[in-house]
């Protein structure tokens, strides 16, 4: 059982930057499929960004095509942590703000891809 812990949210204006960290508890963590998805206030969940294992040291960053070259996703295996950097925060970002990991997905866009999930951490950006 893979256990996240997401941390690193907030209040911050528009304009603001944060870094978002995800700790996992597996060892294994650097060949996992990891996932940054977040959900608004009536809002179904939504594919930010994730982490791709290609063997070796080759990892692939894949992002919503609406948050290119604001977001970036990296991690750091030492630590067992995936960070996501997010620039020119808008208030439209304002959401709960989940990582999740997966062994092997494909599905890397999609929620249901993923079998582990943090608890969320709240990003709220005021204008």
């Known amino acids: 059982q893979v256990q996240l812990v997401e941390s690193g949210g907030g209040l911050v204006q528009a304009g603001d930057s944060l870094r978002l960290s995800c700790a996992a508890s597996e060892r294994t963590f650097s060949t996992y499929t990891i996932g940054w998805f977040r959900q608004a206030p009536g809002k179904e969940r939504e594919f930010v960004a994730a982490?791709?294992?290609?063997?070796?040291?080759?990892?692939?960053?894949h992002y919503a095509d609406s948050l290119k070259g604001r977001f970036t996703i990296f991690r750091d295996n030492a630590k067992n942590t995936v960070y996501l950097r997010m620039n020119s925060l808008k208030p439209e970002d304002t959401a709960v703000y989940y990582c999740a990991a997966d062994t092997a997905t494909t599905d890397w866009g999609q929620a249901a891809g993923y079998d582990y999930w943090g608890q969320g951490t709240q990003v709220t950006v005021s204008s």
């Open positions: 982490i791709t294992w290609s063997g070796g040291s080759v990892y692939y960053a």
